[in-house]
């Protein structure tokens, strides 16, 4: 199951977002996963969280939710879907692009950031 919340925030978090998109081979979405994947053990998201967390009802304070995934399985963040991590299918993890050139002994990687690796054949 894939949840596709629609996200609305600031233009300074969207520069940012664009910012490690144009610096990284991630995509905005694994972006935007990493930072709610890592959120859950930052001691700065629980802080920043606790004042809000209480029950109604009662009115007693309440302890934040432990996530069901640990800082290990980064098929939560990489994948958008994280059941088929690792199968054959369709993934939204950019891969650079190879090049082969000459009799295949030099491949030349290139990823979005303007890296480029030529290894001699």
């Known amino acids: 199951m894939v949840y596709r919340p629609t996200v609305r925030y600031h233009d300074v978090f969207r520069k940012y977002v664009d910012d490690l998109n144009k610096v990284t081979s991630l995509d905005r979405n694994q ?35 432990q996530p069901k995934w640990s800082l290990r399985e980064a098929k939560y963040w ?34 979005r950031g303007g890296i480029s690796l030529s290894l001699p054949g």
Do not use: C, H, W
Request: avoid cysteine; aromatic fraction near 10%.
């Open 78 to 111: 990489l994948e958008q879907n994280a059941d088929i991590y690792g199968q054959n299918a369709v993934k939204d993890v950019p891969t650079p692009a190879l090049e082969s050139q000459g009799e295949g002994r030099k491949i030349e990687v290139k990823n």
């Open 31 to 65: 972006i935007i996963r990493a930072a709610l994947f890592t959120a859950a053990f930052s001691p700065q998201f629980q802080q920043l969280m606790k004042p809000y967390f209480y029950d109604q009802e009662e009115g007693l304070d309440v302890p934040l939710p």
